[in-house]
């Protein structure tokens, strides 16, 4: 792992003209080329290693997966068939929430799908893997949270029907009790 990543001196961000970058934190200086889209980005995140940053974007359904070392230019993309709105690495996995009412897994070194569409009846929010990445919970605009076996697809559990829109699903951080 690089030393960097691993001590958390590189930030990355994303805009509104659809540019994600990587920076020193320490000296705010640019140490990638910045990874483009053509739309808005709505998310960016370093993949557990640092070396991959992942994008979520409104340009034509897709997250992109790039390096974040100099250089660095999308090297996968992932469809959703809807805007992507959330990607959260875990190593060898993409988790997309997106406006088609599906969740997807993603295959982070290809960019193919990962198992069937984890499906909602409304917009999926948020997406999130459990700390030892064998599951996957998603808030959804149907009022509902869910969590999903990754390696299955199998839905495992669903919450009762929130009053409003579910934003924010996450683990504790210790091991799922299942």
């Not at 709105?85 to 799908?113: F, I, K």
């Not at 599951?135 to 390696?151: I, P």
Request: aromatic share 8%.
């Amino acid at each position: 792992m690089p030393r960097s990543a691993r001590t958390g001196r590189r930030v990355v961000t994303g805009d509104t003209i659809g540019l994600a970058r990587v920076w020193d934190a320490a000296t705010g200086e640019l140490i990638s080329q910045a990874l483009p889209h053509a739309r808005w980005l709505y998310s960016a995140v370093f993949s557990p290693d640092g070396r991959r940053v992942v994008t979520a974007s409104e340009d034509h359904n897709r997250a992109g997966l790039g390096r974040s070392r100099p250089a660095g230019r999308p090297s996968v993309e992932a469809c959703s068939g809807g805007e992507v709105r959330r990607v959260q690495p875990d190593g060898r996995l993409v988790v997309t929430a997106s406006e088609d009412r599906t969740a997807r897994l993603w295959d982070a070194a290809t960019g193919q799908p990962f198992g069937p569409p984890l499906p909602h009846g409304d917009r999926v929010i948020r997406a999130v893997f459990s700390p030892d990445g064998k599951y996957v919970s998603t808030g959804s605009y149907d009022r509902t949270a869910r969590v999903w076996e990754v390696a299955t697809g199998r839905l495992v559990s669903t919450t009762a029907k929130h009053h409003n829109s579910v934003q924010y699903a996450s683990f504790s951080p210790t091991v799922a009790i299942w």
